[in-house]
């Protein structure tokens, strides 16, 4: 089992930065794939981003890649999202997700496990 809980969200003008933070907890955390996904009011959830049990690969949405990093580290057993030159559209839940699989995590329906979310807001 693999219980996520993510922070970090909030209120930011356009052209600013957050970074999200998601806090894991579970012996085989290390095993797991990390990412992070969004919903935006009235849209389905999408995949933002993730990273591999080791860190060695990443992958991004096209909508965030240049803006958004994702990064790990397996000893405070965190996950973390830095986004950077935030737009009006990055506004969504962002959730914090874990699969065993790298490559199951880019879909919604391969995930294991959610976190409950975290909203950020981009004003204009």
């Known amino acids: 089992q693999v219980h996520l809980v993510e922070s970090g969200g909030g209120l930011v003008q356009a052209g600013g930065s957050l970074r999200l933070s998601c806090a894991a907890s579970g012996r085989t955390f290390r095993s797991y794939a990390m990412g992070w996904f969004r919903q935006a009011p009235g849209k389905e959830r999408e995949f933002v981003a993730c990273i591999s049990w080791s860190g060695g690969s990443v992958d991004y949405a096209d909508s965030v890649n240049g803006r958004f990093t994702i990064s790990r580290d397996n000893a405070k057993i965190t996950v973390s999202l830095q986004m950077n030159s935030l737009k009006p559209e990055d506004t969504a839940v962002y959730y914090c997700?874990?699969?065993?699989?790298?490559?199951?995590?880019?879909?919604?329906?391969?995930?294991?496990?959610w976190g409950k979310g975290t909203l950020v807001t981009v004003s204009s």
């Open positions: 997700a874990a699969d065993r699989s790298y490559i199951a995590l880019k879909t919604v329906d391969g995930v294991d496990y």
